[in-house]
């Protein structure tokens, strides 16, 4: 009881203070943990206090300055925390309430989300919000926009740490499988297996996948992609992948190849990998110059698809998620490598940004 | 410019008196105008003007007692007005601006809405809120619940008359060829041509069907049908609908079948007009008992679908329906048979319940 | 060498007396192994050497003359074999080959199957042939026609009894959560937990189903069910299956709910298992009346559909399947409890017939 | 009677003499008619006596040398003919009957085909066959592979004229609406009005586009796009295409855009014109390179697709775009522009290959 009361003390008193410590983007290469006032909820908005969050290799491209978002900005986008405050017109919740955030955070009442393109609320990529053109997770509080279509309940019987990754890369690699209406059967080449072509993997056997070929030369990852549902991993430093994905599907090709790096040669290597009719799922974020070479799509007669999909977000998705990792469909938990504090945040940065210590994901507790 | 003063001057009496005409259901059989309190808008929501509404059967069956409502109700669901005022957090809109507003106003947030199920929103029918749960349109003011996913501008070149049958019959009816998945090419049946099926067989034609057979008895309707794109309209009361729906599809049966009446007669008539293979397209509200006959589905084997849509509401729904007639491809200017002022609604709802006069659709101006 | 020229010798020989043993339908209840003559293939045709078979579900309603078939009918739909001889027109194969051959074959060449209407080729149930408008595989010998469409070549790693069970109850099973468009994260009730509701249960884990409802009163089925991909068995002697199902999912009901058994009262609980939008997947074969409910459709209100599926046929899909079992995404031998000799058949029906000893499939050797 | 027997008399002697005319491709720029034996139709084929062919763009392309195809090959891939003989296993058919050949000639019975991916049948554009691997149309007589796939009777009601067209140029202008699954209400973008861009703005008007955009700088193509649906038409020589697009859109851009002449221009365009989660629908043949500019696709996270379609073909496409010819929604007869007698095609070739006198499609009688 005491306990308790202190509890509630001490929170009263942090709001007191109205300050938090969270990330701020100062510039490239200048990240650091400051103290700012913590945000109200206006109407429609909630307040959540992170419990969890962790890093993308997104942010590491708006560190590197490859991505730009405005100096001053809290970066970070995959929350779970408890709900502090409710704004006006949200309902249905209770302070206190654990909650998943996505990492898109759609409207649900714009033309765009009304149509469908939750992702694209109000326009490009307008549904990336969080560390994007709002202030981001990597912070003791988050505000979080439309709350009632954002704030998605933690069932009792799952942990921060099995849900915090569905915010962003399984939300994302998932949707590989799906934005490739990949059919019980198919066959599926994936290229890389960073955090996100991990979870591509994980979706693609979720789907009903006959055969997963992932492509990776790191050995930790590799053995990940194994133990993600890939039957096999192809070295692209010592074998010639897409001979070896032809000779695998008799010749013929995968029915889906997903890209899950954003580069030219991985891009290329899975339109090679495809066969007459199949599709191309794009997860990556590309940069410079982006080419399609002729003779894989027979000039334009192949009846070939190539999908790109930005991480589907909102309350329902990450519902779903939930009950997948819930139903023990789905573990995460293996790619949960590290855990820092959030004041050990940049040294967590480091750390995932040169890719030591077989890190693949880092946790960050507020 | 007098004129315009004055008009201003007679709006803010009106809203300084603070009550309208609206139509209200007091139970089986009593419906009558009544002055009650003009509503203001909670957050999320707006006020709009009425400017035109319909009266559509839904609001016979109520009047019946066959659907059942709670006394006091205004109903009415089919609303064209303007902005009279805006709630906290509705933003992107001035007052005055022309909207129309769909039968069915999902909120955009749940997770039915996340999930795109818009129609069910928060659960069974949950999108059908006006004249059904809250207020409706048979009045001289109406509040639009969500607004931000509710309110459709109006483009200056289209008028009221052109766009208050898009709110519930036309996005009824044309749901049936998408619900169906219709394939350019397809042959379909539509079975009654009452406005909805009206509008199912203009939908049937904006989606590609190659052969529109249309069956109804009445002459005026059989005469609509054909403006409207169907090919062959076949009277019922003459003519083995069945026999003659094979003869005209090669002893094949149709691709797509369209019941648009609520009866076991037209949803049996429907399955036999079928190809092995088929889709039921049911848009019907059925009562009583209905039971399929086993033979038409080769007794579970013959691969058909039966699929039921509920009319899809929100504001960008509206938009792309408007954009149709904007640019002439559907013009439902002509089911407007007969126009009656708000004073005048119970007039209207005894000739439109009686079919009398040839009347299709009657127009409401409050 | 010697061995092989006496293989060849005895096969030459037993070509040459030209008869061979078959189970022949000689009306209700009537059914004798009788010695008939090979058949010789003609233009597009295949004869094969069956080496595995078994009975199906269908097989006791035509035996009970449920379902009509003329006398003198060689029944049976489920072959494994190796190929015997070749028709005119057939490439690609040798003689000695093991093939799976689909029990529904498709001619590939048709209206319906040029429109992606396989099983419904040339018109109503048209793919399925074997044991029902042709003489089927519960014989030494059998034609296939459509040779070069429907011999699926067995890859050498897999044995007999792993495939045979895809001919018929995989596809058909499996199709459920295909039909129905499942997407990852569905929850899914599956009413019935014979031999075609346990490959559904198989269906809904493949395709990503987050969690999986199996209603059964038989302990074997029940204990079956979960090892085939089912989290939560429900007995509805002493459940209350909707209840239940409401329960387990927040109140919601089902996403996809599977019918598998073709009776009124499993038809009509799927249907109340499901939440508004969404999707019965009906495998069962009705006879009698079946009617619909209208309160769980929500009178035709409800976006609710209705999928009726005939067992996918041909060679690719035999193929794909082969493909799951190879890769281990599917295992059914545990399905195959009793193993009989053609000669036996009688008894391997009355068995099967009567579901004595915990039986689900029996395979059949001739 | 004479005549009909003198008529019989000519044919046997024609049959009798065993050669025919046939334009025969002797190398780049090297073409011309020549007397070749008339074909012998083996089992699963037909021989037809070609009524009406024309000549595609493709045909250009293999003339100067930019698609390679053996020396000695009859070129031309749309026949309308005559039935003359049927070879074994081919049913259904009488001599005499008018047929349509698709110029895609699927077997419907291996893998790719029972998949669904006629087009690619037996792997990389391998339903294309007639003028590319086999002998084409460009003759007096045609032998048609796997005719039981691919005879489609013609109507009585339709003359030769009205159905060419469909073979090649409809059927793959119109694809690219259905590829792209365009919705009723979307707005369409088409690159390039030539005979398949023309087709395709004819499809997308079929499928329910509002606002059909084309994109063309001659005058001739620009009033025929008019006539086969554009509701715009914009002259690249002295528009900012893009610019006027999103105007046009009100800012966003249009959900469809269709590729149809196979430029990095176009394609580009294409992409620029697309909003957010829109669709490139690709018609065009590209050589040399393609490079995908990356701002318009948001660097891969704006959701689009990007789909790529080799004309369908199968008897039962033919029948389908034969119906909708007959019920009135398709008329190409207006791009028939010139008619030639097959003695005299090279001089059509010429006139078809310099674009002059506003032709669009010539017809070629044999």
Not at 285 to 292: F, H, M, N, P, R
């Given at each position: 009881?005491?306990?308790?009361?202190?509890?509630?003390?001490?929170?009263?008193?942090?709001?007191?203070?109205?300050?938090?410590?969270?990330?701020?983007?100062?510039?490239?290469?200048?990240?650091?943990?400051?103290?700012?006032?913590?945000?109200?909820?206006?109407?429609?908005?909630?307040?959540?206090?992170?419990?969890?969050?962790?890093?993308?290799?997104?942010?590491?491209?708006?560190?590197?300055?490859?991505?730009?978002?405005?100096p001053?900005?809290?970066?970070?986008?995959?929350?779970v925390?408890?709900?502090?405050?409710l704004?006006?017109?949200?309902?249905?919740?209770?302070?206190?309430?654990?909650?998943?955030?996505?990492?898109?955070?759609?409207?649900?009442?714009?033309?765009?989300?009304?149509?469908?393109?939750?992702?694209?609320?109000?326009?490009?990529?307008?549904?990336?919000?969080?560390?994007?053109?709002?202030?981001?997770?990597?912070?003791?509080?988050?505000?979080?926009?439309?709350a009632?279509?954002?704030?998605?309940?933690?069932?009792d019987?799952?942990?921060?740490?099995?849900?915090?990754?569905?915010a962003?890369?399984?939300?994302?690699?998932?949707?590989?499988?799906?934005?490739?209406?990949?059919?019980?059967?198919?066959?599926?080449?994936?290229?890389?297996?960073?955090?996100?072509?991990?979870?591509?993997?994980?979706?693609?056997?979720?789907?009903?996948?006959?055969?997963?070929?992932?492509?990776?030369?790191?050995?930790?990852?590799?053995?990940?992609?194994?133990r993600?549902?890939?039957?096999?991993?192809?070295?692209?430093?010592?074998?010639?992948?897409?001979?070896?994905?032809?000779?695998?599907?008799?010749?013929?090709?995968?029915?889906?190849?997903?890209?899950?790096?954003?580069?030219?040669?991985?891009?290329?290597n899975?339109?090679?990998?495809?066969?007459?009719?199949?599709?191309?799922?794009?997860?990556?974020?590309?940069?410079?110059?982006?080419?399609?070479?002729?003779?894989?799509?027979?000039?334009?007669?192949?009846?070939?698809?190539?999908?790109?999909?930005?991480c589907?977000?909102?309350?329902?998705?990450?519902?779903?998620?939930?009950?997948?990792?819930?139903?023990?469909?789905?573990?995460?938990?293996?790619?949960?490598?590290?855990?820092?504090?959030?004041?050990?945040?940049?040294?967590?940065?480091?750390l995932?940004?040169?890719?030591?210590?077989?890190?693949?994901?880092?946790?960050?507790?507020?």
């Amino acid at each position: 009881m005491a306990t308790i009361f202190q509890e509630g003390l001490q929170q009263k008193q942090k709001t007191a203070t109205s300050t938090m410590r969270a990330l701020v983007f100062r510039g490239p290469n200048q990240i650091k943990i400051e103290h700012v006032s913590i945000p109200k909820p206006g109407p429609g908005e909630a307040l959540i206090r992170v419990t969890l969050t962790t890093i993308c290799g997104t942010d590491l491209h708006i560190l590197k300055g490859e991505y730009a978002v405005k100096p001053g900005l809290i970066i970070g986008h995959e929350p779970v925390g408890t709900i502090h405050q409710l704004g006006v017109g949200v309902s249905g919740y209770t302070i206190g309430e654990r909650v998943l955030v996505g990492a898109i955070t759609p409207c649900g009442q714009c033309n765009y989300c009304l149509g469908g393109d939750w992702s694209q609320c109000g326009g490009a990529m307008g549904g990336w919000k969080f560390g994007n053109t709002i202030n981001g997770a990597q912070a003791e509080y988050l505000l979080v926009p439309n709350a009632q279509a954002n704030l998605a309940k933690i069932p009792d019987d799952l942990r921060d740490e099995q849900v915090v990754l569905l915010a962003d890369i399984a939300s994302t690699g998932i949707s590989a499988a799906e934005s490739a209406d990949l059919q019980i059967g198919d066959t599926v080449a994936i290229f890389a297996q960073g955090p996100i072509g991990l979870c591509a993997t994980a979706g693609a056997k979720l789907k009903g996948a006959s055969l997963i070929i992932a492509v990776e030369s790191d050995p930790v990852r590799a053995q990940m992609a194994k133990r993600m549902g890939a039957d096999v991993v192809l070295n692209f430093e010592n074998t010639d992948v897409i001979s070896e994905i032809k000779r695998l599907t008799d010749g013929k090709g995968v029915d889906v190849a997903v890209e899950a790096l954003g580069t030219q040669g991985t891009f290329e290597n899975a339109l090679r990998a495809l066969r007459a009719g199949g599709t191309l799922s794009s997860l990556g974020v590309y940069s410079g110059k982006l080419s399609v070479p002729l003779e894989p799509i027979d000039a334009g007669l192949g009846d070939h698809k190539i999908v790109t999909t930005l991480c589907p977000g909102g309350k329902e998705r990450m519902r779903r998620l939930m009950e997948l990792v819930r139903h023990g469909r789905l573990d995460l938990t293996p790619l949960l490598t590290h855990t820092f504090s959030l004041d050990q945040i940049t040294v967590a940065y480091k750390l995932f940004g040169e890719r030591r210590d077989g890190v693949i994901k880092v946790a960050i507790k507020p």
